[in-house]
Nanobody, 127 residues
């Protein structure tokens, strides 16, 4: 089955850390720009981070710069998003996506335009 599968979400206290995983099956991520988006109830979708397939250029949402890292493990066909010093406003469903475009175009795609889109994983930051 060709798909992306996120994992690693959960409940964490403010200031805590989580590492989200995005595992691809049925295709290889090596040629794809991969990124994370999030959506909280009543809010628009935000691009959180992405990593370009060509040169590993990375992008981060301003509010997550300095406290998040996106990385890829090609041997495991998986992309990770490590988030530190989590805040209540980071609470959302996090989705990963993959597409054969550069990172600049990747950020402009609508949800339905991605080659692959995962089912999402809930991240809740609360004490």
């Amino acid at each position: 089955q060709v798909q992306l599968a996120e994992s690693g979400g959960g409940l964490v206290q403010p200031g805590g850390s989580l590492t989200l995983s995005c595992a691809a099956s049925g295709f290889t991520l090596a040629s794809y720009t991969v990124g994370w988006f999030r959506q909280a109830p009543g809010k628009e979708r935000e691009a959180v981070a992405c990593i370009d397939a060509g040169d590993d250029t990375t992008y981060y949402l301003d509010s997550l710069k300095g406290r998040s890292t996106i990385s890829r493990d090609l041997a495991k066909n998986t992309v990770y998003l490590q988030m530190n010093n989590l805040k209540a406003e980071d609470t959302a469903v996090y989705y990963c996506a993959a597409d054969l475009v550069t990172w600049g175009h990747f950020l402009l795609l609508d949800r339905g335009e991605f080659d692959y889109w995962g089912q999402g994983t809930q991240v809740t930051v609360s004490s």
